[in-house]
């Protein structure tokens, strides 16, 4: 979790920081395991707030993002649920043989690596208990029935601890900054990644008031003006006090459900206490250094070779990927240098009734761009050409179909 700052710590260059985030008229969101990028576009439509409950000030949507962005708490504990709902399919728990083998964690990995302990928050509803104590001091735990996984910052160390194996893993700071970024886990990270760009393809205005883990919040509502998106609003809470988002709500285009609903049910802005930070290893846990499992995943590969890959690392395809359209319609083009997903027939020699399995996702597509297959969640959707081509964006089939013939 990002640290927060105290509420009179801004400077002039967050502020230029700020400006320039709105000229900026794309960025990307990338779900955790899924493969796809989601548009993030944010224009800005005064409005003001002076209705509902509870009874607040008038502050206009322009006034409200300000407020998140100088937002600097540097003190917080409390309880967060988040749900996230991508209407990706039952998979009997295959799926996360599937996420820790694209990690590479694989035999010999830990348990308690947060690289992919935390892509549970991917699927399904978990409760997280979040602590922090300025920039050196972070705490989330992840609950289980009868069980709990916490990840812990203090000073150079970062711990890593799963109680039901009994697993541990030690990385510094400086090892482990990625991490921390891997997975949005509260509201505040996930309404950094919507208010990263602003332009002219959405309306962003003030929605009311609401009370959140006990706090009077203003609601800042985010609507993309165009068609062919597959986001239809995003609700952010923001607490009136501090500035800091205390729940995020995305929901679909196609209705039904929320994407992802992330909120605090309890918070305080107090100092936690010192002794939430420290972490001694339980007797008998199996310890794994993050230098030692960088060498396991580099174990049977040949220099330069990367995990899942055939190719050295210097044949890779390099660079950002290729744009078409712009705001929440915007389409990322990746040239993976690959031969597109071969059909269930292609695999059924090697892999038996597995080839079947792999015709069960997707629709097959043809095009002006050849032909492919779409893989579809409720919020992203990907095309895979047969020359190796990923469309992705946050958009329906159909947008993707057209961006791929455009591009």
């Known amino acids: 979790m990002a640290p927060y700052g105290s509420d009179d710590t801004t400077t002039a260059d967050e502020n230029d920081d700020l400006r320039s985030g709105r000229r900026k ?31 607040l000030p008038e502050i206009s949507a322009e006034q409200l993002i300000e407020k ?53 928050l991917v699927s399904g509803s978990h409760t997280l208990r979040v602590a922090a104590d300025g920039p050196d001091r972070q705490k989330i735990s992840l609950l289980g029935k009868a069980s709990e996984y916490s990840l812990i910052h203090n000073g150079k160390d970062v711990w890593g601890y799963d109680s039901e194996t009994n697993e541990v893993f030690h990385g510094t700071a400086e090892e482990s900054g990625k991490h921390e970024e891997e997975v949005p886990a509260t509201p505040k990270d996930f309404a950094e990644e919507a208010l990263k760009a602003v332009d002219d393809t959405t309306s962003v205005t003030v929605d009311g008031t609401a009370h959140v883990a006990g706090r009077d919040a203003y609601r800042l509502l985010i609507k993309p003006k165009q068609s062919g998106t597959t986001v239809g609003a995003i ?104 031969e597109g997903i071969p059909s269930g027939d292609e695999l059924e020699g090697d892999l038996g009734p597995f080839g079947d399995f792999i015709d069960s996702f997707g629709d097959k597509a043809k095009g002006k761009f050849g032909e492919g297959r779409i893989f579809t969640t409720r919020l992203v959707n990907a095309l895979v050409t047969d020359d190796g081509k990923v469309y992705v964006g946050a958009v329906t089939k159909d947008a993707l179909v057209k961006a791929a013939n455009a591009g």
């Open 235 to 338: 609700t952010v809470a923001v607490d009136a006090r501090t500035g800091m988002p205390l729940k995020f709500t995305l929901t679909p285009s196609s209705g039904g459900a929320a994407v992802i609903d992330a909120g605090f049910t309890q918070v305080s802005f107090a100092k936690p206490d010192d002794s939430t930070f420290d972490f001694t290893p339980p007797k008998g846990a199996k310890i794994t250094e993050e230098d030692e499992a960088v060498e396991e995943g580099r174990a049977g590969r040949a220099p330069g070779e990367k995990p899942g890959h055939d190719t050295p690392e210097g044949d890779l395809p390099e660079g950002e990927p290729r744009v078409i359209g712009e705001g929440w319609n915007a389409v990322a083009v990746l040239e993976t240098g690959g």
């Open 68 to 120: 998140i962005a100088e937002s600097d708490v540097e003190q917080l504990s409390g309880t967060v649920k988040i749900s996230t709902d991508l209407g990706l399919p039952d998979l009997g728990g295959l799926e996360s043989a599937l996420t820790s083998g694209a990690l590479g964690s694989g035999e010999g990995g830990s348990s308690a690596d947060p690289s992919t302990k935390l892509t549970e």
């Open 25 to 55: 008229a794309a960025r990307y969101v990338v779900p955790v395991a899924v493969v796809g990028v989601a548009a993030a576009t944010i224009g800005l439509v005064p409005a003001l707030a002076s209705s509902g409950d509870p009874d």
